[in-house]
């Protein structure tokens, strides 16, 4: 079929749409028909920059296959930015002209500040028009009152090279934002609060929402469209129709987001288990889905829950996480690319939930309990368009060739990949017991009952987020010990290890002790849930008493164990000493990585290491654990220096000789999503 397209000619006054429908032609498919349509819109950001948008016009029952050219750039008239996104029948209306969303989610704090330009281009490569991203409050206030905006956290920065790039944006700030992210994205400290309701009108939880809005939304104002940004919608909270707490609670963070500036499109984004209580009045409905199977909600549902407004899948999920234990869930290219034809064809604008997953740097994860407790992996790659390290797969090709076939201008070349490296085996050559490393980490905590971590009297009183928490105290006698720990406690009788306490193992026999002895649990945060309806019980640590035999232990001294980067300046170089033979666990293990001058990407694989954390250069590059299904950690070449850069292992149970470094990942035993 061929297609044409009509350029805006010079001097044209104004840039007036001189767009008309220059052909159409009906294709003959399999006993129907389908009517397509070229259709050429002068649409693309300005201000400092300039940013493509694109606008078919597509009828309801015609299903039309719109053909888009974002090549041009935006007319004259356009640069007031009166109007913004507006949901006009049907359609969605940028200004005065017929605008398609193709997003793509890609989260700034789930990659190396380093590549968000590779990560972006290679969007835009693909044929999208829209960035979408969330925004995690708990890493933005990590302590009640003090925000951190700056570095891989620099939300405005990241915002500003879309637009550098030509990309609208689609912010997602919450408060919550599920996302895969330790509760939700919500800060832990909330959780000090005994009668905390998350995600309501309880007072403890808005007054802290306000003053988090109060500072993050000042950021976001300027960043609007008709300010001269790139942010032409913004999603109120996140899916709280499979939540629905209280019907104040969605008119409330609305109202909030207005108060304080918001004047783009509002929207809303529910599965399809939240949509019939997740409208809000005002705030136009969207839907996420992965199935071909759910496409009837958005004629079915969305009409009769709101009129004839715009249709558009908010997320389409384009894979799966993983969590620990299970296999690495996979969604076939050909599966994707026939859903989001799909998608398009039913008249909706759509967003790749993700285009490029990124990693869980840290102790970041969240987790999922419904019948039973699984927290996420490391790796959020998610399967996505983009691989964790941004490299491209079958789904980006077939995609770009989609939605290049009816753009009107060629796309832009994707970039070329980022090189891999395969470094020289690491072998740790030094050591440093966790019991010898108590002495270097001040007085512990002094405490009658355990005290969960949250309630820590740590960081300024806003408790402990992430880590592990170290429980002492002294028996005199065996017996049965029994407690609730969340989410994982090793149980040491002095030194030695005799089993764990979780969520499926409550009670662990202590064997026959000699005099007084040391009784230690090192509990470990999982990850908090991010989805469901037991945020509320989210908090870590031993909870409430630890019994033998029945009767309460007292007298605790408990080390907060957060391994920031502060904790381990406290281990200066006479502190470590050569690994012996057989050493005593949990331990920490120090060694060197030596890169060459052109530091690139690798993915190191600790075969034979059991459960820890690696650091690199200071650096929580997140957990690892044989139990599958990841088995590399994607260590990004932006964080390596030239020369010999510092590797630090925590390990919970027993070392391997080696750490090895791999040009490509092993993400685990794959598993198609059913």
């Keep these: 079929m061929s297609t044409w397209a009509i350029r805006r000619q010079p001097g044209r006054r104004l840039g007036l749409l001189a767009l008309v429908v220059l052909s159409f032609l009906v294709l003959r498919s399999t006993h129907t028909f389908r009517l397509k349509i070229v259709f050429v819109l002068f649409l693309t950001a300005t201000s400092a920059c300039s940013s493509p948008a694109v606008g078919p016009m597509s009828g309801a029952e015609e299903r039309l296959r719109p053909r888009l050219d974002w090549h041009n750039l935006i007319p004259p008239w356009l ?20 605008f398609w969303i193709f997003g793509g989610s890609v989260h700034y704090f789930r990659v190396p500040r380093q590549y968000w330009r590779d990560r972006l281009l290679k969007l835009k490569a693909c044929g999208l028009n829209t960035l979408t991203t969330y925004v995690p409050w708990n890493l933005h206030e990590p302590e009640r009152g003090k925000f951190d905006f700056s570095g891989n956290l620099d939300l405005e920065a990241f915002i500003w090279m879309a637009a550098e790039l030509g990309l609208w944006v689609i912010l997602r700030p919450g408060p919550y934002i599920c996302s895969e992210i330790d509760l939700g994205g919500l800060p832990s400290w ?22 988090y809005f109060d500072h993050l939304i000042a950021r976001v104002v300027p960043l609007q469209y008709k300010l001269g940004g790139p942010i032409i919608a913004v999603q109120v909270e996140n899916e ?47 839907i996420n889905l992965q199935s071909q199977h759910e496409l009837h909600l958005l004629t079915t549902f969305l009409l009769n829950a709101q009129g004839i407004q715009p249709k ?9 996480f993983d969590s620990w234990g299970g296999p690495h869930n996979i969604l076939d290219s050909s599966e994707v690319l026939k859903t989001v034809s799909a998608i398009i064809d039913a008249g909706s604008s759509v967003n790749l939930y993700m285009f490029h997953g990124g990693t869980n740097f840290g102790f970041i994860n969240g987790a999922m309990h419904f019948n039973e407790y699984k927290s996420d992996v490391t790796s959020y790659d998610y399967d996505a368009v983009l691989t964790e390290a941004g490299d491209y797969t079958a789904k980006y090709f077939k995609l770009r060739d989609f939605f290049g076939s009816f753009s009107g201008a060629p796309l832009p070349s994707p970039p070329d990949l980022l090189p891999k490296t395969a470094y020289e085996p690491l072998m740790p050559a030094f050591y440093l017991s966790l019991w010898d490393a108590l002495k270097y980490m001040g007085k512990p905590i002094k ?11 740590v960081n300024d009183g806003n408790g402990q987020s992430f880590g592990y928490t170290l429980y002492e105290t002294t028996i005199a006698s065996s017996g049965v010990l029994s407690g609730l720990v969340r ?19 409550k009670k662990i026999d202590i064997p026959l002790v000699q005099g007084y002895t040391v009784l230690r649990i090192l509990v470990e945060n999982r990850g908090r849930v991010n989805y469901g309806e037991n945020i509320n019980d989210q908090r870590k640590g031993l909870i409430g008493d630890l019994y033998l035999d029945g009767s309460p232990l007292k007298n605790f001294r408990i080390y907060s164990l957060d391994m920031k980067k502060s904790f381990f300046q406290r281990f200066t170089i006479n502190k470590w000493s050569t690994v012996p033979e057989v050493p005593t666990f ?34 929580n590059l997140g957990r690892y654990w044989n139990i599958g299904p990841q088995e590399t950690l994607y260590l990004p070449g932006a964080w390596l220096d030239p020369g010999i850069n510092q590797v630090i292992v925590f390990e919970e149970k027993m070392a391997g000789p080696v750490i090895q470094s791999m040009e490509t990942p092993h993400l685990g035993r794959n598993q198609y999503i059913n």
């Design 586 to 619: 949990p331990a920490f293990f120090l060694g060197g990585l030596s890169v060459g001058p052109s530091p690139s990407d690798t993915f190191l694989k600790l075969e034979g290491w059991e459960k820890g954390v690696v650091f690199i250069n200071g650096l």
């Design 312 to 320: 558009m899948v908010m997320e389409y999920w384009t894979g799966w």
């Design 487 to 505: 989410d994982r406690g090793q149980v040491f009788v002095n030194t030695v290890s005799i089993g764990y306490l979780d969520y499926n193992k």
């Design 240 to 286: 709280y129709g499979s939540y629905n707490k209280d019907p104040a609670y969605m008119p409330y963070i609305k109202k909030a987001l207005e108060d304080r500036g918001i004047v783009e499109l509002l929207l809303t984004s529910d599965n399809k288990d939240g949509l019939s209580k997740g409208v809000v009045q005002g705030v136009l409905a969207t």
């Design 190 to 211: 909330l959780l000090q609060d005994p009668d905390m309701k998350l995600r309501t009108t309880y007072k403890g939880f808005t007054e802290a929402v306000d003053l």
């Design 447 to 457: 405490s009658e009952n355990p005290v969960n971590m949250e309630n820590l009297p």
């Design 79 to 98: 640069r007031h930015r009166q109007l913004g996104l507006q949901a006009k029948g049907q359609n969605f209306m940028l200004e005065s002209s017929t």
